[in-house]
């Protein structure tokens, strides 16, 4: 299956997602396409299938170069920053808000592994600092950290029961997020948590959980491209 069929593929099972996600009677129905659909926006070796995914195709020949460049005036990211912000987001929203637990960050060691001195999303970032971070992130501890953040998504989502679906964010969690500097208490990050605490354990799953995932990888892909071309 190419890229623009396995693309049209995701996007409708996203669509059959949100049709049955809160339906208790689809409950595992739902539970087992989220974990496909999840599946696609990591690496293979995360959720261990034998099936090529759109993070699969990222990193596939992607150099040093490319992952910490921004192509033109016009771009705002790189492709560390976008993986920045999925893994940060993921790991934010399912670590704090959904199992209330430490975040991944947090544990490890990653922040040193990464050589990273900031924890937060990464929203509020001027284009000169996202090169500048770019530029000292760890690229290979990245790709490891993203991968614990998948992996522990998947143990979380596993976890769940049919009575958790509906559950609102609960405003002590949304309020760690802030206190662990993890969303930044400015205009440009804040508008987060308002936005997560509009939503339910399905608005969470749905997005950022899978559909931020492939909105950023696309990104990301573009970001390739673009370098590929001015490396020729």
């Given at each position: 299956?190419?890229?623009?069929?396995?693309?049209?593929?995701?996007?409708?099972?996203?669509?059959?997602?949100k049709?049955?996600?809160?339906k208790?009677?689809?409950?595992?129905?739902?539970?087992?396409?989220?974990?496909?659909?999840?599946?696609?926006?990591?690496?293979?070796?995360?959720?261990?299938?034998?099936e090529?995914?759109?993070?699969?195709?990222?990193?596939?020949?992607?150099?040093?170069?490319?992952?910490?460049?921004?192509?033109?005036?016009?771009?705002?990211?790189?492709?560390?920053?976008?993986?920045?912000?999925?893994?940060?987001?993921?790991?934010?929203?399912?670590?704090?808000?959904?199992?209330?637990?430490?975040q991944?960050?947090?544990?490890?060691?990653?922040?040193?592994?990464?050589?990273?001195?900031?924890?937060?999303?990464?929203?509020?970032?001027t284009n000169?600092?996202?090169?500048?971070?770019?530029?000292?992130?760890?690229?290979?501890?990245?790709?490891?950290?993203?991968?614990?953040?998948?992996?522990?998504?998947?143990e979380?989502?596993?976890?769940?029961?049919?009575?958790d679906?509906?559950?609102?964010?609960?405003?002590?969690?949304?309020?760690?997020?802030?206190?662990?500097?993890?969303?930044?208490?400015?205009?440009?990050?804040?508008?987060?948590?308002?936005?997560?605490?509009?939503?339910?354990?399905?608005?969470?799953l749905?997005?950022?959980?899978?559909?931020h995932?492939i909105?950023?990888?696309?990104?990301?892909?573009?970001?390739?491209?673009?370098?590929?071309?001015?490396?020729?």
């Amino acid at each position: 299956m190419n890229t623009d069929d396995r693309k049209q593929l995701w996007n409708s099972n996203q669509n059959l997602l949100k049709s049955i996600i809160t339906k208790k009677d689809k409950f595992d129905e739902a539970i087992d396409l989220c974990l496909k659909q999840h599946a696609m926006v990591h690496l293979s070796e995360v959720s261990q299938i034998d099936e090529t995914t759109f993070e699969d195709d990222l990193w596939d020949n992607l150099s040093d170069a490319a992952f910490r460049t921004m192509p033109s005036p016009k771009d705002e990211s790189t492709i560390a920053w976008c993986l920045w912000h999925l893994s940060r987001i993921e790991d934010i929203t399912m670590s704090i808000l959904i199992a209330d637990d430490i975040q991944v960050i947090n544990s490890d060691k990653w922040l040193e592994k990464m050589k990273v001195r900031i924890c937060d999303t990464g929203n509020a970032m001027t284009n000169e600092e996202i090169i500048d971070f770019s530029l000292k992130i760890d690229m290979q501890e990245l790709k490891n950290y993203r991968k614990a953040v998948g992996r522990k998504t998947r143990e979380i989502i596993k976890n769940l029961n049919p009575s958790d679906i509906k559950k609102k964010m609960e405003a002590s969690r949304l309020q760690r997020i802030l206190d662990e500097g993890a969303v930044l208490d400015v205009e440009a990050s804040k508008w987060l948590i308002d936005f997560w605490g509009r939503k339910n354990t399905a608005g969470i799953l749905l997005m950022p959980i899978t559909r931020h995932n492939i909105v950023h990888l696309n990104e990301a892909m573009q970001l390739k491209e673009k370098c590929r071309k001015l490396s020729k």
